[in-house]
């Protein structure tokens, strides 16, 4: 119970200095705006801050060995916060490029851009690039197998690596650095895929259906509650065990059926939202003088709806991205998404998923894993800065 | 000496956009004495909101105020606490804003909205507060105030909704009232219950008001004294009645003398003349609900039709049977003799080219993602197929005659237009078809009257130019006394007179006509006065219309 005290006391003793910040800023700044209309709660948060920043550094700077065995917390720590620190730095070095390399337009982008987008924007650069030149950049190919099994990654043959294989090897001994780089490539590629297939099907049907309306809304509209009532996960596996059969009879490559599978399971969300944003278009005046006009439905929706709905299905965009990516990274997983040997990110995750069991005590061992994984998440957020970006800037707020 | 309340002094507010903070209000300065009404006028953006809400101490978004004094009873809102603030506003100073259905919590009945600023400032107790706002309505004149209270925002027409608003500012007594434009969403015949009832519950508790409005007309009726603001500066200060009878400035001067404005009549039409659009017992329903009644009318060629009525009368609607939009469900419509499919997907390309409209909101009706070149260029495109240079020495054309630069304009985005430059945009779109006939729905209300003035001289220039047709759609009768050769009244869907301009406006008239003419604000103080006396004060408005 002594941790619960302690935090109570540490709690308390944290009002206790808020109460005197604000007490000797209202005195020292002679009652500025600023400490003179600042309530209890927002001084609580200064100083709280400021011990969670204290608390975080004392943490950090904790020794890595505690008598020959390593502590797994302090390592993973250190290791987050260097992480997050380079990102930031990176991120801040590519902006300052940005601001004074390029034409006019580009800086003036750069110039507005928060860090956050800058973040995002480097990182999706960078994973093109990878994904792009995968075969130049990757030293082993993916599918090549060497005759040491399961290297630790770090490199440093104390600890059981191999600085030929700097992030190991998997466990039938094949280079986990380069199988990260093609496995870009393949999941990348294909999320990218699909997820343009999604919105192009979605987004067509879902303005036609704000247009029209009448019977052929209703069909489409009930049709996708169909789809929509069924959990997409589970019936995307239904489907992949169904396509299966028929990819070994057809002799179509079983990739191509994911990914009209899952763009059809995400085309009914995409439809959703157009044909939201549709309707609200379509009741504009502009809308009215051009039927009147006499113009045809491609016209409508390519040139008079599509350019104002741009911004939600944009934001919808990035966000559908990532839902389609952990789609066909948990498909992976669980075996029917994209086959051995080609790599990806979900199924390695998968593979080496045995080896988390080791956090606590080797923790290079534990990140052969986590190293997939991070490689999704980073990617995930990145795309996510750069979606709370475009909305941002879309919606015309200032500041 | 009365006692002074507010003291702005100075005052600078600026607004943030492309990271440079650009003024808007370059230093006023304001008095109000206690139970003072102050009339403040001048066109969109001249930064009369602005003042207003600065009087309370608060900007909007990505506004500040820069400098200056706003001193409210000895203390000056631009340095006080947040918390001094919100012990005053509310409770001391109220808030009328524009659209009461906007500004209206949908999901709380009107009382509880009422009660929640006197229980908040414990002026009131609840139940207090609930029974002082049941006699606040009665004051205000609304219909059953003892029950209008438990309904909800959707459930009264605007013009009440807009009194129950005033109700609410005046639930604590506040010393002061800001109405920002309450009249200018309201038609003519509902503005003036919401006049008469603004002025009477001013008097009657003493408060002190300042009237944010760009109608003169109105204005006049309502303040005590007048500042005309152009562009963030002010230009003067008068009484209101020697500011009506003598301005100093010209910019005050051509504001007054916007409703000179008047076109000759043109000669009455020859009998047996082919009319270009005729409706022959034209009825329409939404749905089941009929909203249109064996409407029959003919427009001539080279003629300004206004059909006049308040709002729900089906002006608009007849406008969507020419159109096509809504088939007519008994009747038709003859465009030169012929009649017209009357549905507009059933139009030949050139019978819909013949017929063009121009809209109300030229915010929604030019799409805010193309560039004027191509808004006006495709019909051009659409119509006569001209492409590339030809093209484009047509939209040049264009913009000419509605006197833009076509250099300037031509690669601007909509958004980047003032009101009138978009409505002027609107004019050279229907042109662009190279129609005989125009139907303008309401082209003038969104604007200033200066910026209206302008459009409605286009127009007549452009009919006499090019021969054109208008079916001039509009509940302001100053407009149609400047604009139009017949007149069509209209009421609950059907029409209720017709004839040339001259005779509809001497007597005799239908009841109804004689309504909307003498609710149309004039620029005499005691308008307002005079003619609630005549109608018997309490009998306007509502009352006025179910007598008939």
């Given at each position: 119970?002594?941790?619960?005290?302690?935090?109570?006391?540490?709690?308390?003793?944290?009002?206790?200095?808020?109460?005197?910040?604000?007490?000797?800023?209202?005195?020292?700044?002679?009652?500025?705006?600023?400490?003179?209309?600042?309530?209890?709660?927002?001084?609580?948060?200064?100083?709280?801050?400021?011990?969670?920043?204290?608390?975080?550094?004392?943490?950090?700077?904790?020794?890595?060995?505690?008598?020959?065995?390593?502590?797994?917390?302090?390592?993973?720590?250190?290791?987050?916060?260097?992480?997050?620190?380079?990102?930031?730095?990176?991120?801040?070095?590519?902006?300052?490029?940005?601001?004074?390399?390029?034409?006019?337009?580009?800086?003036?982008?750069?110039?507005?851009?928060?860090?956050?987008?800058?973040?995002?924007?480097?990182?999706?650069?960078?994973?093109?690039?990878?994904?792009?030149?995968?075969?130049?950049?990757?030293?082993?190919?993916?599918?090549?197998?060497?005759?040491?099994?399961?290297?630790?990654?770090?490199?440093?043959?104390?600890?059981?690596?191999?600085?030929?294989?700097?992030?190991?090897?998997?466990?039938?001994?094949?280079?986990?650095?380069?199988?990260?780089?093609?496995?870009?490539?393949?999941?990348?590629?294909?999320?990218?895929?699909?997820?343009?297939?999604?919105?192009?099907?979605?987004?067509?049907?879902?303005?036609?259906?704000?247009?029209?309306?009448?019977?052929?809304?209703?069909?489409?509209?009930?049709?996708?509650?169909?789809?929509?009532?069924?959990?997409?996960?589970?019936?995307?596996?239904?489907?992949?065990?169904?396509?299966?059969?028929?990819?070994?009879?057809?002799?179509?490559?079983?990739?191509?059926?994911?990914?009209?599978?899952?763009?059809?399971?995400?085309?009914?969300?995409?439809?959703?939202?157009?044909?939201?944003?549709?309707?609200?278009?379509?009741?504009?005046d502009y809308i009215e003088a051009a039927k009147l006009r006499g113009e045809g439905m491609g016209y409508l929706i390519f040139k008079e709806i599509l350019p104002n709905a741009m911004a939600p299905l944009l934001a919808e965009f990035g966000l559908r991205f990532c839902f389609v990516f952990l789609t066909i990274a948990s498909l992976s997983f669980l075996g029917v998404g994209i086959q051995p040997p080609l790599a990806d990110w979900g199924t390695m995750v998968k593979d080496l998923s045995q080896f988390i069991n080791f956090a606590a005590f080797a923790p290079n061992v534990a990140t052969a894993p986590l190293l997939a994984a991070s490689a999704i998440a980073l990617l995930t957020v990145a795309v996510n800065f750069v979606v709370d970006?475009?909305?941002?800037?879309?919606?015309?707020?200032?500041? | 000496?009365?006692?002074?309340?507010?003291?702005?002094?100075?005052?600078?507010?600026?607004?943030?956009?492309?990271?440079?903070?650009?003024?808007?209000?370059?230093?006023?300065?304001?008095?109000?004495?206690?139970?003072?009404?102050?009339?403040?006028?001048?066109?969109?953006?001249?930064?009369?909101?602005?003042?207003?809400?600065?009087?309370?101490?608060?900007?909007?978004?990505?506004?500040?105020?820069?400098?200056?004094?706003?001193?409210?009873?000895?203390?000056?809102?631009?340095?006080?606490?947040?918390?001094?603030?919100?012990?005053?506003?509310?409770?001391?100073?109220?808030?009328?804003?524009?659209?009461?259905?906007?500004?209206?919590?949908?999901?709380?009945?009107?009382?509880?909205?009422?009660?929640?600023?006197?229980?908040?400032?414990?002026?009131?107790?609840?139940?207090?507060?609930?029974?002082?706002?049941?006699?606040?309505?009665?004051?205000?004149?609304?219909?059953?105030?003892?029950?209008?209270?438990?309904?909800?925002?959707?459930?009264?027409?605007?013009?009440?909704?807009?009194?129950?608003?005033?109700?609410?500012?005046?639930?604590?007594?506040?010393?002061?009232?800001?109405?920002?434009?309450?009249?200018?969403?309201?038609?003519?015949?509902?503005?003036?219950?919401?006049?008469?009832?603004?002025?009477?519950?001013?008097?009657?508790?003493?408060?002190?008001?300042?009237?944010?409005?760009?109608?003169?007309?109105?204005?006049?009726?309502?303040?005590?004294?007048?500042?005309?603001?152009?562009?963030?500066?002010?230009?003067?200060?008068?009484?209101t009645r020697s500011m009506l009878s003598d301005p100093k400035e010209d910019y005050t001067k051509s504001l007054w003398a916007v409703r000179s404005f008047k076109r000759p009549s043109k000669p009455a039409v020859l009998k047996g003349t082919m009319p270009i659009v005729s409706l022959k017992n034209v009825s329409a329903a939404y749905g089941k609900s009929p909203v249109l009644f064996d409407v029959d009318f003919d427009i001539h060629a080279g003629r300004t039709v206004a059909v006049v009525g308040e709002s729900g009368s089906g002006k608009s609607t007849a406008a969507r049977c020419i159109t096509g939009l809504l088939p007519p469900s008994q009747g038709h419509i003859e465009f030169n003799g012929e009649a017209l499919p009357l549905d507009?997907?059933?139009?030949?390309?050139?019978?819909?080219?013949?017929?063009?409209?121009?809209?109300?909101?030229?915010?929604?009706?030019?799409?805010?993602?193309?560039?004027?070149?191509?808004?006006?260029?495709?019909?051009?495109?659409?119509?006569?197929?001209?492409?590339?240079?030809?093209?484009?020495?047509?939209?040049?054309?264009?913009?000419?005659?509605?006197?833009?630069?076509?250099?300037?304009?031509?690669?601007?985005?909509?958004?980047?237009?003032?009101?009138?430059?978009?409505?002027?945009?609107?004019?050279?779109?229907?042109?662009?078809?190279?129609?005989?006939?125009?139907?303008?729905?309401?082209?003038?209300?969104?604007?200033?009257?200066?910026?209206?003035?302008?459009?409605?001289?286009?127009?007549?220039?452009?009919?006499?130019?090019?021969?054109?047709?208008?079916?001039?759609?509009?509940?302001?009768?100053?407009?149609?006394?400047?604009?139009?050769?017949?007149?069509?009244?209209?009421?609950?869907?059907?029409?209720?007179?017709?004839?040339?301009?001259?005779?509809?406006?001497?007597?005799?008239?239908?009841?109804?006509?004689?309504?909307?003419?003498?609710?149309?604000?004039?620029?005499?103080?005691?308008?307002?006065?005079?003619?609630?006396?005549?109608?018997?004060?309490?009998?306007?408005?509502?009352?006025?219309?179910?007598?008939?």
């Amino acid at each position: 119970m002594s941790w619960a005290i302690n935090l109570i006391l540490i709690l308390m003793v944290t009002g206790a200095v808020a109460w005197g910040f604000r007490f000797v800023g209202q005195r020292v700044t002679g009652n500025k705006p600023f400490y003179r209309d600042m309530p209890f709660a927002i001084a609580f948060g200064y100083v709280f801050g400021v011990v969670v920043i204290v608390g975080a550094m004392l943490y950090y700077f904790q020794p890595i060995d505690n008598k020959g065995v390593p502590s797994s917390g302090v390592v993973f720590f250190r290791w987050a916060v260097q992480g997050f620190m380079s990102f930031a730095v990176a991120a801040y070095l590519f902006r300052l490029i940005g601001r004074h390399v390029g034409t006019e337009g580009t800086r003036k982008l750069f110039r507005t851009m928060p860090l956050t987008a800058a973040f995002g924007i480097l990182v999706i650069i960078i994973y093109a690039v990878v994904s792009i030149f995968a075969g130049a950049i990757a030293p082993f190919g993916q599918e090549e197998i060497f005759a040491n099994a399961n290297i630790v990654p770090g490199g440093n043959p104390l600890l059981g690596g191999n600085p030929e294989f700097p992030l190991g090897t998997d466990q039938i001994g094949r280079d986990i650095y380069s199988r990260l780089i093609y496995g870009a490539q393949n999941t990348v590629g294909i999320a990218f895929a699909t997820t343009c297939l999604a919105f192009f099907v979605g987004g067509s049907l879902g303005f036609l259906a704000s247009i029209v309306g009448g019977w052929l809304d209703q069909l489409l509209s009930r049709a996708v509650d169909v789809l929509m009532a069924i959990p997409a996960l589970i019936f995307a596996l239904l489907l992949m065990t169904i396509a299966s059969v028929w990819s070994n009879q057809l002799g179509i490559d079983r990739t191509m059926f994911m990914i009209l599978i899952i763009a059809m399971i995400d085309s009914t969300r995409v439809y959703r939202l157009s044909r939201a944003v549709g309707q609200n278009i379509v009741v504009m005046d502009y809308i009215e003088a051009a039927k009147l006009r006499g113009e045809g439905m491609g016209y409508l929706i390519f040139k008079e709806i599509l350019p104002n709905a741009m911004a939600p299905l944009l934001a919808e965009f990035g966000l559908r991205f990532c839902f389609v990516f952990l789609t066909i990274a948990s498909l992976s997983f669980l075996g029917v998404g994209i086959q051995p040997p080609l790599a990806d990110w979900g199924t390695m995750v998968k593979d080496l998923s045995q080896f988390i069991n080791f956090a606590a005590f080797a923790p290079n061992v534990a990140t052969a894993p986590l190293l997939a994984a991070s490689a999704i998440a980073l990617l995930t957020v990145a795309v996510n800065f750069v979606v709370d970006w475009m909305l941002h800037k879309s919606s015309g707020l200032k500041e | 000496m009365v006692e002074q309340l507010l003291k702005i002094r100075n005052l600078k507010i600026e607004g943030r956009s492309d990271e440079i903070w650009n003024p808007i209000i370059n230093g006023i300065d304001l008095d109000l004495k206690k139970g003072e009404v102050l009339g403040l006028i001048g066109e969109s953006g001249a930064g009369k909101s602005s003042v207003g809400l600065a009087a309370m101490g608060f900007t909007r978004d990505g506004c500040r105020i820069s400098g200056g004094s706003v001193e409210f009873d000895g203390v000056d809102l631009v340095t006080a606490s947040a918390a001094v603030k919100r012990s005053m506003l509310g409770k001391r100073i109220a808030y009328v804003a524009q659209s009461a259905a906007a500004s209206f919590n949908p999901a709380h009945r009107l009382l509880d909205q009422h009660t929640e600023a006197p229980v908040q400032h414990r002026v009131q107790s609840r139940s207090e507060s609930e029974l002082d706002g049941i006699e606040l309505y009665q004051r205000l004149r609304l219909p059953d105030p003892d029950n209008i209270g438990f309904r909800y925002p959707h459930q009264v027409s605007g013009g009440q909704l807009q009194r129950a608003m005033t109700a609410m500012a005046m639930s604590c007594r506040p010393d002061l009232i800001i109405f920002d434009e309450p009249t200018t969403a309201l038609d003519v015949t509902t503005q003036i219950e919401v006049l008469a009832a603004i002025r009477d519950i001013v008097e009657q508790f003493d408060t002190a008001a300042i009237y944010i409005t760009h109608d003169l007309a109105v204005v006049a009726q309502m303040a005590d004294r007048i500042k005309v603001l152009l562009r963030g500066d002010e230009v003067e200060e008068a009484d209101t009645r020697s500011m009506l009878s003598d301005p100093k400035e010209d910019y005050t001067k051509s504001l007054w003398a916007v409703r000179s404005f008047k076109r000759p009549s043109k000669p009455a039409v020859l009998k047996g003349t082919m009319p270009i659009v005729s409706l022959k017992n034209v009825s329409a329903a939404y749905g089941k609900s009929p909203v249109l009644f064996d409407v029959d009318f003919d427009i001539h060629a080279g003629r300004t039709v206004a059909v006049v009525g308040e709002s729900g009368s089906g002006k608009s609607t007849a406008a969507r049977c020419i159109t096509g939009l809504l088939p007519p469900s008994q009747g038709h419509i003859e465009f030169n003799g012929e009649a017209l499919p009357l549905d507009y997907r059933k139009r030949s390309k050139n019978q819909l080219r013949q017929a063009q409209m121009i809209y109300q909101m030229a915010d929604t009706a030019l799409n805010p993602r193309s560039r004027i070149g191509d808004i006006i260029g495709r019909p051009v495109q659409f119509y006569s197929g001209l492409t590339g240079t030809a093209k484009r020495k047509r939209v040049e054309e264009l913009l000419v005659q509605i006197e833009m630069e076509p250099s300037l304009y031509t690669d601007r985005l909509p958004g980047e237009l003032s009101g009138g430059q978009k409505q002027r945009i609107g004019i050279a779109r229907a042109l662009a078809a190279e129609p005989q006939f125009i139907i303008c729905d309401e082209v003038t209300s969104a604007l200033d009257q200066l910026v209206a003035e302008g459009i409605l001289r286009l127009l007549a220039q452009l009919q006499d130019d090019l021969g054109l047709s208008y079916m001039f759609i509009t509940h302001d009768l100053a407009t149609v006394s400047a604009i139009s050769d017949e007149v069509v009244v209209m009421k609950d869907g059907c029409v209720v007179e017709q004839g040339p301009k001259a005779e509809m406006f001497q007597p005799p008239h239908h009841p109804y006509t004689d309504l909307l003419l003498s609710s149309v604000p004039e620029m005499n103080p005691d308008w307002l006065t005079t003619l609630l006396k005549t109608r018997g004060v309490d009998n306007i408005g509502d009352a006025a219309v179910k007598k008939m």
